[in-house]
């Protein structure tokens, strides 16, 4: 049976660790609404965190309401990502979407992460045999 959960071991939580994502991001996804930073992780697992600015979203339960959707979405495609650390940061306008909309955008920034890191893989895998 596989886990779905969402445990402190998956998540981003020191000042350091977010550091590390915005300084090395291999991997950027742009959405209407997201922006998707995420670098290779030695752990065993991927973890996630999410930065939502009050600059970028004003009233406290839509920032609450975003937060919540990106761990539920993350917590359901963990299983299909690579070992990633990615941070999630919602882009001005994101308050005024539906929830059946963001969970669109997520799911398709989670498949261009997917796609950017195998194709990354290939590159690195096709430069090393030469």
Known sequence: MTLYSFSTAVRIRCAADYKSVFDGALFKVHQPHFLFLARPTELHHSRLGI??????VRRAHERNRIKRLARESFRLHQQQLELLDIVV?????????????????????WQ?????????????VSSSQN
């Open 112 to 124: 261009k992460l997917q796609r950017q890191v195998k194709k990354h893989r290939k590159i690195a």
């Open 51 to 56: 930065v939502v600015a009050k600059k970028k």
């Open 89 to 109: 940061m919602p882009k001005i306008g994101i308050e005024d979407i539906s929830n059946a909309e963001l969970h669109q955008q997520l799911q398709i920034a």
